[in-house]
T-cell receptor, first 114, second 113 residues
Framework: DAGVIQSPRHEVTEMGQEVTLRCKPISGHDYLFWYRQTMMRGLELLIYFNNNVPIDDSGMPEDRFSAKMPNASFSTLKIQPSEPRDSAVYFC????????????FGPGTRLTVL | KQEVTQIPAALSVPEGENLVLNCSFTDSAIYNLQWFRQDPGKGLTSLLLIQSSQREQTSGRLNASLDKSSGRSTLYIAASQPGDSATYLCAVRVGSGTYKYIFGTGTRLKVLA
């Protein structure tokens, strides 16, 4: 398997623009997680899905952020409108529910909002 | 509210040294604790997971311990190598009914050849 795939790897945009980050989880995994990593706040869970259903979105910072998982092989994280404070690395991870609890992380998308 | 702290923030050691990374958490009611490794510009890789009922887990040169009552975990790396240079993060899963993990801010380790 190719692992968790994220696109784009880098995104530079201007304040006010819409940003869409994409994630393809590992085939067969039934959990998908979106994280944000910054120097100030470290790694934070934004939202996670189980079988394409959002389970916990308490980490989504505000209404400008939304996430969807239309099917088992694709998820998006959208920011509209984007702000400079949204600049961060956004990671997607997936896992299979077993005793190992192992999450497999993608390479991340580095977002810069000017 | 669960908070996870890692000290030190950065560590530099000569090759071959045994070392200990520390992780502390404020709420002892955790489901499990996991140690991750993050290389620059990459995602996280899971190293070891300790269930709340366990005291330690070992994998190769790595040994992780858990003391729930004191809210502490340590990651012991034996005979460190330059390839161990990375940032190490610990994370606690806050309950059995959720897959939410709270992460520490990490310890950046550099092993000098």
């Amino acid at each position: 398997d190719a692992g968790v795939i994220q696109s784009p790897r880098h995104e530079v945009t201007e304040m006010g623009q819409e940003v869409t980050l994409r994630c393809k989880p590992i085939s067969g995994h039934d959990y998908l997680f979106w994280y944000r990593q910054t120097m100030m706040r470290g790694l934070e869970l934004l939202i996670y899905f189980n079988n394409n259903v959002p389970i916990d979105d308490s980490g989504m910072p505000e209404d400008r952020f939304s996430a969807k998982m239309p099917n088992a092989s694709f998820s998006t994280l959208k920011i509209q409108p984007s702000e400079p404070r949204d600049s961060a690395v956004y990671f997607c991870a997936s896992s299979f529910r077993d005793e190992t609890d192992t999450q497999y992380f993608g390479p991340g998308t580095r977002l810069t909002v000017l | 509210k669960q908070e996870v702290t890692q000290i030190p923030a950065a560590l530099s050691v000569p090759e071959g040294e045994n070392l200990v990374l520390n992780c502390s958490f404020t709420d002892s009611a955790i489901y499990n604790l996991q140690w991750f490794r993050q290389d620059p510009g990459k995602g996280l890789t899971s190293l070891l997971l300790i269930q709340s009922s366990q005291r330690e887990q070992t994998s190769g040169r790595l040994n992780a311990s858990l003391d729930k009552s004191s809210g502490r975990s340590t990651l012991y790396i034996a005979a460190s190598q330059p390839g161990d240079s990375a940032t190490y993060l610990c994370a606690v899963r806050v309950g059995s009914g959720t897959y939410k993990y709270i992460f520490g801010t990490g310890t950046r380790l550099k092993v000098l050849a």
